[in-house]
């Protein structure tokens, strides 16, 4: 079975900029989540999707903004880049959630914005 | 509010050792604790998933166990060798999200 992918890997941007970021879950799984990584603040969440619907959203400014498609592949778009953003991106995804489940995360997608 | 603290925050063990990593939790009421492993600039591999019913799970030369009474679970790694080298890293779910430890970065040298 096929793990979760993150597309693209690697990504430059300029600051002011926009982004979008894709997961793909692995098949069968409904529920999607984002964290961003950086060596300061560590994992922290962004948002987590379920059936197409934002059930959690961390503490992120609304320039953070995700959505979730009918077959749970997800999204997830920053505008208006700033340097702090600059961080790894990770999906994770798990049948249902709720705190039950095993979670799976992708490969990532390494942002640098300049 | 769950707090996730790791010690120690690194090692660093010459091959063969035996070695302990720890993760304490302040909140007992948890569905399960998840151990992973994150190699430099990579993704997270789950290691082991703990239910809060159990008190250890096994997966190769990987033991975790799981006190929840305490706030604590080790992951315990036997024989270490140089290809465990990597960040590990524990986390327990609170409602839709995982609130993760900070990490005990291991190295094995030959």
């Known amino acids: 079975k096929a793990g979760v992918t993150q597309t693209p890997r690697y990504l430059i941007k300029t600051r002011g900029q926009q982004v979008t970021l894709s997961c793909s879950p692995i098949s069968g799984h409904r529920s999607v989540s984002w964290y961003q990584q950086t060596p300061g603040q560590g994992l922290q969440f962004l948002f987590e999707y379920f059936s197409e619907t934002q059930r959690n959203k961390g503490n992120f400014p609304g320039r953070f903004s995700g959505r979730q498609f009918s077959n749970s592949r997800s999204e997830m778009n920053v505008s208006t880049l700033e340097l702090g953003d600059s961080a790894l991106y990770l999906c994770?995804?798990?049948?249902?959630?709720?705190?039950?489940?095993?979670?799976?995360f992708g490969p990532g997608t390494r942002l640098t914005v300049t | 509010k769950q707090e996730v603290t790791q010690i120690p925050a690194a090692l660093s063990v010459p091959e063969g050792e035996n070695l302990v990593l720890n993760c304490s939790f302040t909140?007992?009421?948890?569905?399960?604790l998840q151990w992973f492993r994150q190699d430099p600039g990579k993704g997270l591999t789950s290691l082991l998933l703990?239910?809060?019913?159990?008190r250890e799970q096994t997966s190769g030369r990987l033991n975790a166990s799981l006190d929840k009474s305490s706030g604590r679970s080790t992951l315990y790694i036997a024989a270490s060798q140089p290809g465990d080298s990597a960040t590990y890293l524990c986390?327990?779910?609170?409602?839709?999200?995982?609130?993760f430890g900070t990490g005990t970065r291991l190295q094995v040298f030959p």
């Open positions: 994770a995804s798990s049948l249902e959630n709720r705190g039950h489940d095993e979670q799976y």
């Open positions: 986390a327990v779910p609170n409602t839709d999200k995982l609130i």
């Open positions: 703990i239910q809060s019913s159990q």
């Open positions: 909140d007992s009421a948890i569905y399960n």
